[in-house]
């Protein structure tokens, strides 16, 4: 969280995006072989801590190149079609390692050397495919991090940011869906379909409605995605038959697919072109505190209250989301 908060900054100093891009992507494929290589828990560690750096380094610099070279009227679209791709990945890349971990009686560090290429491949593309535009702003700022420089961030994306991370105290992690499953007697083989499931929707929804975010208004369909999430947490919360889970989890997918891209979308409209990097560091670190606060209030509720308590709090929280909505529109 704290690394995509410096990033982001550093970005908007610089005046350059793709480089920090790269250097994310690139720092996450190479990863890849020392999974491969590992030979004790330290270097399996020491993979999994550059596999998140590289994460943070590229994601708020990621999003401000795109929101860069978007017209504001393309940028739910643009927004909701990396969602889509960046889900579909999420569905197919465990779907595929399970295939060759049956095709070749369970050797691992083989898939992993599988699994630089894609990482190769979308360095590649980033290097080789992407111009960046000049300098954002006119130039780039004069330290790399100075707080006077938050005021140019306006109310409108302090509310944005408030939004989202209510939203995301109503979401908290997906792990608790794969907990429900397993709750309500999902066969252990069936359980990780359930992640399959949720990916399935978020990647099919997420461009649609994010190509709809630029013609409707952000607020109804942001209102609308809370209503969905709503329902899947009554879902959730209410009954354990199969059908009954995964219509909630179904529909958790659809709530992410309307919201992650619209909200990305209007955080880049609402922040200054020379400040991108540190709006989207500022969002992700505050939506990352949120998650952790939220799955740790539901893990609470979870052991005090039981599993459908956890739920219920989660539609209570999209009321107050909704409620918000409402109020800052007056």
């Known amino acids: 969280m704290i690394v995509k908060l410096f990033s982001g900054v ?66 739910g679209a643009a927004f909701g079609l990396r969602q889509s791709m960046d889900s579909a990945g999420a569905l197919i890349g465990p779907l595929l390692a399970t295939g060759l971990m049956l095709l070749w009686a369970n050797q691992i560090r083989a898939v992993f050397w599988v699994a630089v290429i894609p990482g190769a491949i979308a360095v590649v593309l980033l290097f080789c495919g992407i111009q960046e535009p000049g300098c954002q702003g006119g130039g780039k700022l004069a330290r790399p991090i100075q707080f006077t420089h938050l005021k140019h961030l306006e109310r409108r994306y302090w509310w944005i940011v408030g939004i989202g991370a209510v939203i995301t105290l109503a979401r908290f992690s997906e792990a608790f869906l794969v907990l429900r499953a397993r709750q309500n007697h999902f066969p252990l083989a069936f359980v990780p379909l359930v992640m399959v499931a949720m990916n399935l929707f978020y990647s099919l929804t997420a461009y649609p409605f994010g190509k709809l975010s630029d013609r409707l208004g952000h607020r109804l369909l942001l209102v609308t995605g809370l209503i969905v999430l709503i329902v899947a947490n009554l879902f959730l919360a209410i009954d354990d038959l199969w059908a009954t889970t995964l219509s909630g989890v179904a529909l958790w997918g659809v709530h992410m697919g309307m919201t992650q891209g619209l909200l990305a979308s209007m955080v880049a409209n609402a922040a200054p072109p020379a400040l991108r990097g540190t709006a989207f560091g500022i969002f992700n670190l505050v939506s990352g505190l949120a998650m952790l606060l939220a799955s740790i209030l539901a893990g609470l509720l979870w052991e005090w209250l039981g599993a459908a308590y956890t739920f219920y709090a989660g539609a209570l929280f999209c009321t107050l989301a909704i409620a918000g909505l409402a109020a800052s529109s007056r």
Do not use: C, N, Q
């Open 10 to 75: 550093l970005s908007d100093y610089l005046g350059r995006r793709k480089g920090l891009a790269v250097l994310g992507y690139g720092l996450s494929t190479l990863t890849k072989p020392l999974f491969a290589i590992a030979s004790s828990i330290g270097l399996v560690f020491t993979a999994r801590m550059l596999d998140r750096l590289g994460k943070g380094v590229r994601g708020a610099p990621r999003d401000a190149l795109v929101a860069d070279l978007t017209p504001e009227h393309l940028r």
